[in-house]
């Protein structure tokens, strides 16, 4: 399950304007096709392929004999991925990515999952589903940005209250993972890391005030404030903001493979 905020047509409105007037999905899902090595006539499921930008640029690697399997759970994301990539070497499936019925065992060399992963409230069974659909040789990539994950290899505590999130992290993919914490999580779940690769990014003021228009990006306030109340929030905060402001966004690639 995931936030029902991403089923919302405004979500989907919201998010294909940010992912055409900015770089940041292309850039991102660029390097993940990169790192899937993801030759002409490959089988590949592009698991929370929204919009459609990671889709396009695997499509534009899998060549005449490839395939795409783009899949989500939100139907207004999925309208306009479909407007936006029309091909007959992709298939648009909506479903959870925990079941993903329509895909046979087996049946695709090549997971890549562009900025989606850590949201997954019920990552063990999305990850059993991707063992069964992962062909045995095959990759599955995704990647995380911090603060939702922490570039370190935080060691075990000895302490109750940070064992317990640890715990959490290593059996449930719940929280902040870590370096080390991810590892195990993926080694529980039957999958070993064969692969890591950073990404640093600017994220100019701009396109923090275009990303925060996406009714998701500030749906985790609590309690929660009205969509229209955030925009009023943020039309105000971008006035008051130095326009030439920007952030260094980094996210953590990774390259698994099933064991
Ligand atoms: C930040 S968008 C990323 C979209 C795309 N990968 C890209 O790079 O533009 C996250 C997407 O994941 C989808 N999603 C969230 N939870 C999901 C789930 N449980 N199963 C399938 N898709 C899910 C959302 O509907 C949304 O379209």
Redesign the pocket.
């Known amino acids: 399950?995931?936030s029902p905020v991403?089923h919302e047509a405004e979500t989907a409105r919201r998010y294909h304007i940010f992912?055409r007037q900015t770089m940041m999905?292309q850039e991102?899902?660029r390097l993940m096709v990169q790192l899937a090595e993801i030759e002409p006539g490959t089988q590949v499921l592009?698991?929370?392929?929204?919009?459609g930008?990671?889709t396009q640029a695997v499509l534009e690697a899998v060549g005449d004999g490839g395939h795409v399997y783009a899949?989500?759970?939100?139907g207004p994301?999925l309208a306009v991925a479909r407007e936006q990539v029309t091909s007959e070497q992709v298939t648009f499936i909506e479903?959870?990515?925990?079941a993903i019925t329509e895909l046979a065992d087996g049946s695709v060399e090549r997971i890549v999952c562009?900025?989606?992963f850590w949201?997954?409230r019920h990552k063990p069974q999305v990850m059993a589903e991707l063992r069964r659909v992962l062909a045995p040789q095959g990759r599955f990539v995704f990647n995380a940005p911090e603060p939702y994950f922490m570039f370190e290899a935080i060691p075990r505590s000895k302490k109750v209250s940070v064992l317990f999130e640890q715990l959490a992290a290593e059996r449930y993919g719940v929280g902040r993972q870590d370096l080390r914490s991810i590892e195990v999580f993926l080694r529980n779940c039957g999958f070993e890391i064969v692969g890591k690769q950073m990404l640093e990014r600017t994220r100019s003021a701009a396109e923090s005030y275009l990303f925060m228009q996406i009714p998701v990006a500030t749906a985790w306030m609590e309690p929660p404030l009205e969509y229209e109340t955030r925009l009023a929030l943020l039309e105000e905060a971008y006035q008051l903001a130095e326009p030439g402001q920007a952030t260094k966004q980094r996210w953590m690639y990774f390259v698994t493979r099933p064991l």
């Not at 899949?71 to 939100?74: F, K, L």
């Not at 479903?95 to 925990?98: I, M, N, T, V």
């Open positions: 399950m995931n991403w992912a999905y991102l899902s592009d698991l929370g392929c929204g919009t930008i990671t899949v989500d759970v939100s994301m479903a959870d990515a925990a562009n900025s989606v949201q997954f």
